[in-house]
């Protein structure tokens, strides 16, 4: 089993900045990729990032050159820098993690999830 915490959302206006912060713990060695998705109400969850061990990164291109997805490896612990946010960007963002492909791209791919820590991007 794996389990990952996420923490760092809250509210900030057009134009700011967050980082939010996954932890992992359990079985991670065996952990091919993790991924941060969001999903917005009356939407489905969509990937924003992927970084895989070998740290190789993706974005949806709704993100790109705003967020940046990392990893620290010595303490287990994924980050989403979001730069430039914008009210669309607004949702629950949920941290994933999987054993399988680490091209991961759908969320029935991804193993384990966290509990969603709440972005809100408001004037």
């Known amino acids: 089993q794996v389990q990952l915490v996420e923490s760092g959302g809250g509210l900030v206006q057009p134009g700011g900045s967050l980082r939010l912060s996954c932890a992992a713990s359990?079985?991670?060695?065996?952990?091919?990729?993790m991924a941060w998705y969001r999903q917005a109400p009356g939407k489905q969850r969509e990937l924003v990032a992927r970084?895989?061990?070998?740290?190789?990164?993706n974005y949806a291109d709704s993100v790109k050159g705003r967020f940046t997805i990392s990893r620290d490896n010595a303490n287990n612990i994924v980050y989403l820098q979001m730069n430039r946010l914008k009210p669309e960007d607004t949702a629950v963002y949920y941290c994933?993690?999987?054993?399988?492909?680490?091209?991961?791209?759908?969320?029935?791919?991804?193993?384990?999830w966290g509990q969603g820590t709440q972005v809100t991007v408001s004037s």
């Open positions: 994933a993690a999987t054993h399988g492909p680490a091209t991961a791209a759908r969320v029935d791919e991804y193993d384990y």
């Open positions: 359990g079985r991670i060695l065996s952990i091919n990729a």
């Open positions: 970084i895989t061990t070998g740290g190789s990164t």
